[in-house]
């Protein structure tokens, strides 16, 4: 290759070597005729062949000149001359002469005759390829000494320090991280920086080294670690295919497995032992393939049965880590199993009755249900305990558990094999009469049950003995008539409950679609009061309060009307429950002290000095209804404290006494007067009227009604009339509806009365003409006695 | 002769006020007998520079020089053929190695060219139109 590049090269300088001494040898050639034209023109000139004989003699000097002829007008030959040593005269040099025209040396313009040169090119081409050839030899010299200078440099600097650098990496002890030293003088040269990476990279290669030493010294401790984890776990472990063939499995879970039976290790599956359900185990196994992808870890209880008939629970958890293997764990949970199904029991089980409670009643109604023959049919009983709360807060708790246990009690004797009965809750008690039809024979049954239960009880109270009746109201639902589930049932029976309790006390419904269709209506009242409430279709109507001996209206009670776009006249007890119920009676009762404010204040500004009670709900007290509002809408509207009157009912004095006690004491404090209505309906305690703070009772129209015919509601009024006086308490008839009514409370000294003999409540723009009616009338009663 | 070196001197003092040398009137003449009536400029060149060395008659021609330091030899070269007489001497120079042509001859006065002329014919010189014997033929007439 070299010897190509050299043989072309040099082939290349000899030929450009060549052409520029040959263009040198003519252009010396030019020159040399140049110095002698001036002479040659004035030897032509002349004719001076002497002349020009010496011009060309000096002209064959120059040893590249072979000959020269001078040559004067009409090709004269002046003179020629011709190299003496001139050997070889090749013809085909003779086709190259240097021929110059001699003008006259007096004119420029004037040819004279002209010079011949002939160029000894043998010579020429001798001399050329002799000063090529020292050429070339001298460039091989000057190739020869540069090779030898850049080997002796290579050797110097570069071979041998590598060579040194790589004797002393050879001596390195590759585990120990030795660097190795720079080679004399080259410190800061590359072989320097190469020494420098190299001790780097070593540098780190050790520390890699020393990271997979510590790394696998680690593992080594963790594989130790997990195989002792493995051996002495108390979990089993194990490794499985996806036949459940074990692979490897530790102690414990061959403990588990087989207990002391010593087991051969080889060919062992998962389903060599007596699983209750090896099938479910197998479908586990499925699912935890199918879960590879995420490596979600699936798990449940088997139950395993060992030789002796022992049942022993077992947890397994099993993943499956990607190679179509199978890890699991295996713990024994016998004893967690057994505690779930005692809880089990005890949750569906009530402490007080040990009758099913509502969870056991569910079940059982569900696993009756599930039997699933055509013929199936049952009958879902709930019974509902009349007055229990009552029992429960005039008698104590106790005493509430009692009665409970005295109706679970009389359950018991009633019931037939295969009915259950069930307490769901508080006072509620729900039977299942099996293969309950027709519905004659619930019917008759339920009688004697009725009458069973409403017999007379002797109870222990810390007053003494009692002797309490027991009364229920119940509904009835039929599988599959009234419902195919354990909920349809159940809503069918509640709902035939409902109605038997708006019918009255210790009665019993049978389900009928129809009161589905009431419960729709009632809903969809609930939703017209909502609206209503929105729009003012609500206003209130204010019936007068006389003062029976005066003759006067003194006041009036404020009474919530609702005009039904569609219904009419909705009564308040339809909607004042309904409010109370789905929560805006807050609503409501701030609207109503509103209005009466409102209405008050207008009568007072054109002087009828009269005054409003409003009716307040239990629920409102204390914080639907605080006493700073109806302070505040007191103080609003102008109004003196005794303007605005605050009817409650016993339901008030019932609840949550300490706090409606406060409520009462506030506003009487305040100013306001405060009511007590419906006297007489309830348990009226004496001790209320005693205990509370309040300024009147309102006698229920109930006792009103039969006052003129029944002697003892006439004892009963006056006696209410002369305890109330008594005790400074002023009294006020309710439904005063006839003339006797008046003139007997009148005479029995009963201070206040209101009733439709007076007027009805009318709205507050009609109320100032009803007074006027109203005197007048009274005056003309009076004037007739 | 008092009156030729009077005009001598004065043709001196024009020769050095004027910086051109064209002021004498020189013509190339020769003698009676020579037999030839007149010579083109190449003529007279051809003759005076060694190249021709006969007449156009055939009769040999002898061209006449002034001697180094005349002016009018001066001017006669340069009205001839643009040289200084120190170029036509390195002109010779070169010739009279060889031996075969010679320069013209040199006469140093002018009675020593017209007896010169005189003498036999074909010899030729240039003079001064002032100086002009009737007995020469005139050959050549610079232009004025």
Redesign the interface.
């Known amino acids: 290759m070299a010897l190509l590049v050299g043989g072309v090269s040099s082939y290349f300088i000899s030929q450009s070597l060549r052409e520029r001494e040959q263009s040198q040898a003519i252009r010396s050639l030019s020159e040399a005729l140049e110095t002698v034209q001036s ?1 040659a023109s ?2 032509a ?7 020009a004989g ?1 011009v060309i003699q000096g002209l064959l000097r120059n040893s590249d000149i072979l000959s020269v002829t001078i040559v004067v007008a009409g090709d004269t030959v002046l003179a020629n001359g011709m190299r003496s040593s001139a050997k070889v005269f090749a013809p085909e040099f003779m086709d190259k002469p240097l021929s110059q025209p001699l003008a006259s ?2 004119n420029k313009n004037e040819t004279i005759g002209k010079i011949i040169l002939q160029a000894d090119w043998p010579t020429i081409e001798a001399r050329v390829k002799q000063s090529t050839r020292d050429t070339l030899y001298l460039l091989l010299a000057e190739m020869i000494i540069v090779v030898l200078s850049v080997a002796a440099v290579m050797v110097f600097f570069v071979i041998r320090p590598i060579k040194k650098i790589s004797d002393r990496l050879h001596q390195i002890e590759p585990g120990l991280g030795s660097s190795i030293l720079v080679p004399e003088g080259h410190e800061k040269t590359e072989i320097g920086r190469l020494v420098g990476d190299i001790n780097d990279l070593t540098g780190r290669l050790m520390m890699l080294l020393e990271e997979a030493r510590a790394m696998q010294r680690q593992q080594q401790v963790a594989q130790r670690k997990y195989q002792n984890l493995f051996d002495c776990a108390v979990s089993g472990i194990f490794v499985a295919d996806r036949d459940g063939h074990l692979d490897s499995f530790n102690q414990a879970f061959a403990t588990l497995m087989w207990r002391s039976k010593p087991v051969n290790q080889e060919n062992l599956s998962l389903f060599d032992a007596a699983w209750s359900r090896s099938d479910l185990i197998r479908s586990l196994l499925v699912l935890a393939l199918e879960q590879e992808t995420i490596g979600r870890i699936v798990a449940d209880d088997f139950l395993l049965l060992d030789r002796r008939g022992e049942e022993r629970w077992l947890s397994i958890a099993v993943t499956a880590p990607g190679d179509g293997t199978l890890q699991g764990t295996m713990t024994d949970v016998t004893a967690r199993k057994r505690e779930e199904m005692h809880a089990r029991q005890l949750a569906s089980l009530d402490a007080l009755t040990g009758f099913a409670n509502r969870q056991g009643l569910l079940e059982a109604i569900g696993q009756h249900a599930a039997r699933g023959h055509a013929q199936t049919s049952f009958a879902l009983v709930i019974l509902n305990l009349d007055g229990f709360k009552q029992i429960n807060e005039s008698l104590g708790l106790p005493a509430g558990d009692e009665v409970l246990g005295i109706v679970a009690e009389r359950i018991r004797q009633f019931i037939q094999p295969g009915d259950i009965p069930a307490r769901s809750g508080g006072d509620e008690f729900v039977i299942l009469f099996d293969g309950a039809s027709p519905e004659s024979a619930v019917d008759q049954r339920l009688n004697q049950f009725f009458s069973l239960l409403q017999q007379s009880h002797a109870m222990m109270t810390l007053e003494g003995t009692r002797v309490i009746s027991l009364r229920a109201s119940a509904g009835v639902a039929f599988y599959p008539k009234d419902g195919t589930n354990v909920h349809q049932l159940l809503r069918s029976a509640e709902l035939a409950l409902m109605s038997a309790r708006t019918a009255g006390s210790h009665s019993y419904h049978f389900f009928e679609p129809s009161m589905l269709v009431a419960v729709e209506h009632r809903r969809r009242i609930e939703d017209d009061l909502k609206q209503a409430i929105g729009e003012g279709e609500l206003y209130l109507g204010f019936q007068p309060i006389i003062n029976l001996a005066a003759g006067k209206v003194i006041g009036a009670e404020a009474l919530m009307r609702w005009a039904h776009p569609t219904r009419g006249m909705v009564s308040p007890d339809v909607f004042i429950p309904l409010a109370e119920e789905i929560g805006v009676i807050g609503e409501l009762g701030l609207l109503v002290l509103e209005n009466a404010c409102r209405v008050v204040s207008q009568w007072r500004s054109v002087g009828h000095p009269l005054y409003v009670s409003v009716n307040v709900s239990a629920l409102q007290i204390p914080n639907l209804l605080p006493p700073s509002v109806v302070l505040d809408a007191l103080k609003r509207h102008g109004l003196p404290d005794d303007a605005i009157a605050i009817e409650i009912t016993e339901g008030v004095l019932m609840g949550n006494v300490g706090a409606a006690l406060e409520w009462m004491a506030e506003l009487g404090a305040a100013g306001l007067r405060i009511y007590l209505d419906d006297f007489g309906t309830g348990y009226s305690s004496l001790s209320y009227l005693k205990r509370f703070p309040l300024n009147a009772v309102k006698i229920d129209k109930s006792f009103i009604r039969d006052l003129a015919e029944d002697s003892n509601d006439k004892a009963l009024v006056n006696a209410i009339i002369t305890m109330a006086t008594s005790l400074t308490l002023d009294v006020i008839a309710e439904g005063v509806e006839t003339e006797a009514h008046f003139k007997m409370l009148r005479d029995m000294g009963c201070h206040l009365g209101q009733g439709f003999l007076f007027s009805p409540a009318v709205k507050a723009e009609l109320f100032a003409d009803t007074v006027v009616d109203i005197e007048q009338r009274l005056a003309l009663m009076n004037a007739a006695d | 002769m008092k009156l030729n070196s009077l005009a001598y001197w004065f043709i001196a003092f024009l020769s050095v006020i004027a910086p051109c040398h064209a002021r004498a009137d020189l013509v190339v003449v020769t003698g009676p007998k020579t037999g030839v009536p007149t010579l083109s400029k190449e003529e007279v ?1 051809n003759i005076y ?3 021709y060395r006969r007449l156009p008659n055939g009769l040999p021609a002898e061209p006449l020089d002034m001697g180094e330091a005349s002016e009018t030899k001066k001017e006669f070269y340069w009205k001839l ?1 643009e ?1 200084t007489p120190a170029e036509i001497n390195a ?1 010779w120079a ?2 009279v ?5 010679r320069p013209p001859a040199t006469v140093n006065s002018s009675d020593e060219v017209a007896a010169r002329l005189m003498s036999r014919p074909g010899v030729l010189a240039y003079v001064e139109r002032e100086k002009l014997d009737k007995r020469f033929v005139i050959l050549y007439e610079f232009d004025r």
């Open positions: 002479t004035i030897a000139f002349t004719n001076d062949k002497q002349l010496e040396p007096f | 060149i520079l060694g190249r053929v040289k002109y070169r010739l190695f060889s031996g075969q042509t």
